[in-house]
């Protein structure tokens, strides 16, 4: 799947939400977005670098606490 792919499949998402709320204003989308989209890219990095926090840290390019943060914030560790 390329980023294009990815990024096409978020922009349905978000028209379909946007759709959905029969003109009643969004609000807090951002937020809304990125943790929607953080918990399962931690869960699929953290099985794919068989739950090596510092491997994980690396391909996100993030530093090893600041995703241990992020783990904790999303229970999954």
Known sequence: ??????EECVRASLE?????????????MYDMLVRVVEKPLLEVVMRHADDNQSR????LGLNRNTLRKKLLEHKLI
């Open 1 to 6: 799947m390329s980023k294009k792919h990815i």
């Open 16 to 28: 379909t939400y946007l759709r959905d709320l029969r003109g009643t204003e969004p609000d807090g």
């Open 56 to 59: 994980a840290a690396q391909w």
